[in-house]
């Protein structure tokens, strides 16, 4: 299981007191406000990062990190992905898995037949979609009580039915 979680990148900074822009990587931007601390990684390690203050300014969180105090400090940090632990992630609801748990997991029909990993999750406003390659080709599988009966952390696998039609080009 991934230990940690990616939840933004620098693309930039922000002013000339420190402040760098995020383009935020998680489901909900506004989950910034209850962070306090995450790890960015810069040339291949990672330099742990407390957050001073947020703020949003469109599609982006503005956020300034306990002493960088001057543009000349994070103007290299551009690019540099931000990840949280898995403590500090947001908490998850009965039934619910974080998505980087579920990518590369073997996808098995619930009539035997192993269609290969997961390869990502769409995340549509009704419902999530399972992208499996199968056959040289992606399938796509809404996430639905009808389509996936299963995900199984421990054995390391999903369970789907493929209603009728899915797999038909």
Known sequence: MEQYFKV???TGTHGLKGEVKV????????RYDDLKKVEMEFRGRRIPLEIERVRYFKQMVIVKFKGINDIN???????CPLYVSRE?????????????????LPVITDTGITMGP?????????????V????????LIPS?????L???LEKGEILVHLLEGLLEL
Do not use: W
């Not at 400090?73 to 690019?79: A, L």
């Not at 499996?132 to 399938?139: K, L």
């Open 150 to 152: 299963n995900v199984d």
């Open 118 to 130: 997961l390869k990502d999750i769409l995340q549509t406003g009704a419902n999530d979609v399972y």
């Open 144 to 148: 639905i009580k009808d389509c996936i």
């Open 73 to 79: 400090d994070v103007e290299r940090y551009s690019k």
């Open 132 to 139: 499996v390659e199968y056959n040289g080709r992606e399938v």
């Open 23 to 30: 383009f935020p990587t998680t489901d909900d931007m506004y």
């Open 88 to 104: 500090d992630a947001v908490p998850l609801e009965e039934g619910e898995n974080y998505i980087a748990d579920l990518i590369g």
């Open 8 to 10: 933004g990148v620098i």
